[in-house]
Structure formats: structure tokens, C-alpha cells
């Protein structure tokens, strides 16, 4: 009996592999210029990753085993309920933290609190924060109201507080709130009247320099980036409102930083700043397409910091947990891979 060259008892598959990469050869050519210019690949220093090799670490006064954020998201509907759920079972099997989305309606009341209390599904062990937007701060300050957040924060068994200064947002949404004072004054009057964590993050459109500069200087837990890139809050406001406002404002949403801009300005403040940064952690996200983003941001990174994302997760959170499962699982993967095998430039 011939037997076909290739095939031996140990790789039964090698003859149709083989076949594989002669019809594919022509179609996977990446030509120089498609090449990923942000790293150098190391092929001879490290053997394969095993699975479930990333090294645990603390973050936020919590252990995460991956270096990953589940940036927040709106709550307050059935489906967002059983989102949140799926995105809290994927931290709490992945080792990752979450912020939730804005947490207005629990002051008031507790109607959609089993859409944001994912508290038992995450598990005590990871950094889970809940989220108020800066003018519902401000609105609580001048209604002498704001024990109600340390409540919100009980209720959620929350690690903390983000809050999301959105300026544009507001100013482009048709229901949108006024700023009386600076997001800065807020934060800080915040940070005097409580002692619980705190992050301050924008919504898609990060931060310029001195806004950076300002927030360093507080002593936050982290600062999460929400830079621009992906999501774009702004635009999207304006999309819901009329065709004029639409032409008229379309420009100043296309503003922002996006979060290598943002990242080699921190770098560089870190430094300058020294002893008088005060917010030791980073959350990195905003227009973060995957874990090669993520990890080169992270390893760029001077200060201790994790990526997140948001959209990148809703778009796997709707259908099944498994397909969410299956997501953050590549997501991991890569992340051991480019470890092993990249360098940041
Ligand atoms: C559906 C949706 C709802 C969001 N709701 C909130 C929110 O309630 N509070 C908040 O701080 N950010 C909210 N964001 C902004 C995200 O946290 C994130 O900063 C922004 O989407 C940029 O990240 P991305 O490019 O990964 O989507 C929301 C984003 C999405 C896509």
C-alpha cells in the first residue's frame, strides 16, 4: 500500500494542510506597508504561552488576572440588565473590573437595581465601580444631597465612584445638563467631602494636556482615558437631535484625543509632575479595538494601568454568554501571545 509523503502517524492532517498552504499562499501576503509598525517581533526568546499564563496583579486595591476593564455602560432596561450580568460573569471567569454605567436612576430609586447589581455575579475579589455623570454631582451639592451617593454605593457593594465629565455631550444632547461650575471644582469639592475611591473618566473623546495635568495632581484612584476613536458621544447626541444642529455642530464633535496622544502626554507629565501626581492608576481606553491595542498601551504605559473597552464589549454581550465567553477568551489568548512574542517599539 503507498501511503501519501507527508502523512505520518503522528499528523494526520498534514497531507490537506499542506494542500492549505499552497491555495492560500498568494492570498496571505501582507505587504510592507500593512505591517504593524508599533512593535518588534521576537520570535526566539520565549516557548509558547500556556493558556490561563497571565500573571495575576493588583489593581484598585483588587487582584485582576487580566489586564482588562469593562469600560461603563449605560443600565436601565431589560436588556441592559442581563447585559451587565453576562459582562459581570465574564470578569468575575477572566479575573477583569467593570465600571457600570451611569447610576442616576438608584438615587432615587431602586427599580432598575437588579439590572446593576452584579455585585454576587462578579464575586467580591474584583475592583467594581459605580458611575454618576459630574452634573448630577454638581445637582446634588447645591440640593444638599449628596449622602445619597455613599448609599448608591452601599446598595451596589461598589468599590468606588467613576465620574464622567461629558461637556459636549451635554451640549449636544437635546435634554442635556448645564454645567454651573467646573468639572474640576466638582471633583475636587467630591474628593474633599469623601474618602471612598474615585475615577474621573470623559465619554469617547478624552482629554486634552491641562485637563490631564489637573487631574494627576488630585488624589484619585485612576484616571480612565475614554479618549476618541471609537464611541463618539457628541456625534451620537447630535444624531438623535435635528438635521440643522446636526450641520452646524458636526465639527467640534469631531474633536478629542485619542489614547496614544493622551498616553505619551501623561508619560510625560508623570515625570514632570513627580511627587505631586498624586493619582497612581490608569484605565486606557476609548477607540481600543482588541488586545493589540490594548496591549501596546499598556506596556507603554509608565504608570500601572489596564485597557478597556466599551463598544467592543457590547457588540459580544447580546447575543449568548458563551459568544461574550468566547470573545474575552481570544482576547486573552492574544494578550499571552504578545507577550511572549512582542515588544512595544
Ligand atoms: C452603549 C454605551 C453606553 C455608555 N454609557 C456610559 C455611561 O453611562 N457612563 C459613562 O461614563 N460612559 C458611558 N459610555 C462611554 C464608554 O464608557 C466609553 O468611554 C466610550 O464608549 C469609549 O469607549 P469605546 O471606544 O471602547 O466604546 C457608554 C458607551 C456605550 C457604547
Not at 487582584?63 to 460573569?89: E, Q
Amino acid at each position: 500500500m503507498t501511503s501519501e509523503p507527508y502523512q505520518t502517524p503522528d499528523d494526520p492532517t498534514a497531507v490537506s494542510r499542506k494542500k492549505d498552504h499552497i491555495e492560500l499562499a498568494f492570498r496571505s501576503r501582507v505587504e510592507s506597508g500593512q505591517l504593524d509598525p508599533r512593535f518588534y517581533y521576537e520570535p526566539l526568546l520565549a516557548a509558547h504561552p500556556t493558556a490561563g499564563s497571565l500573571k495575576a496583579f493588583s489593581f484598585l486595591g483588587k487582584t485582576l488576572r487580566s489586564p482588562i476593564w469593562v469600560s461603563s455602560m449605560t443600565g436601565g432596561t431589560a436588556l441592559a440588565g442581563k447585559i451587565n450580568h453576562y459582562l459581570a460573569r465574564a470578569c468575575s471567569e477572566f479575573g477583569m473590573g467593570m465600571g457600570l454605567g451611569s447610576c442616576r436612576q438608584l438615587l432615587y430609586s431602586d427599580e432598575y437595581l437588579p439590572d446593576f447589581d452584579v455585585r454576587s455575579t462578579m464575586g467580591s475579589d474584583l475592583p467594581l465601580f459605580a458611575n454618576l455623570g459630574v452634573a448630577q454631582i454638581e445637582t446634588l451639592f447645591e440640593q444638599k444631597e449628596t449622602e445619597r451617593i455613599p448609599t448608591l454605593l452601599h446598595k451596589l457593594r461598589a468599590d468606588g465612584l467613576i465620574v464622567h465629565v461629558n461637556p459636549l455631550q451635554e451640549a449636544m444632547q437635546p435634554e442635556g445638563d448645564v454645567f454651573r461650575r467646573s468639572p474640576l471644582e466638582v471633583v475636587q469639592e467630591l474628593l474633599q467631602t469623601f474618602d471612598f475611591k474615585m475615577i474621573v473618566k470623559e465619554v469617547g473623546q478624552g482629554f486634552g494636556p491641562e485637563s490631564l495635568r489637573a487631574l494627576l495632581q488630585l488624589p484619585l484612584a485612576a484616571i480612565e482615558f475614554a479618549a476618541a476613536g471609537g464611541t463618539n458621544f457628541a456625534k451620537l447626541e447630535l444624531l438623535r437631535s435635528d438635521a440643522a444642529k446636526l450641520a452646524i455642530f458636526e465639527k467640534i464633535a469631531a474633536v478629542g484625543h485619542n489614547a496614544t496622544e493622551m498616553l505619551d502626554w501623561t508619560n510625560a507629565l508623570k515625570t514632570e509632575l513627580g511627587e505631586r501626581c498624586l493619582t497612581p492608576n490608569l484605565i486606557l481606553s476609548g477607540g481600543v479595538m482588541d488586545f493589540l491595542d490594548g496591549y501596546y498601551l499598556t506596556q507603554k504605559s509608565v504608570m500601572p494601568a489596564v485597557y478597556g473597552q466599551a463598544s467592543g464589549f457590547l457588540k459580544h454581550a447580546q447575543g449568548d454568554y458563551e459568544e461574550l465567553r468566547a470573545f474575552v477568551q481570544s482576547q486573552v489568548r492574544g494578550l499571552e501571545l504578545a507577550g511572549a512574542f512582542l515588544k512595544v517599539k
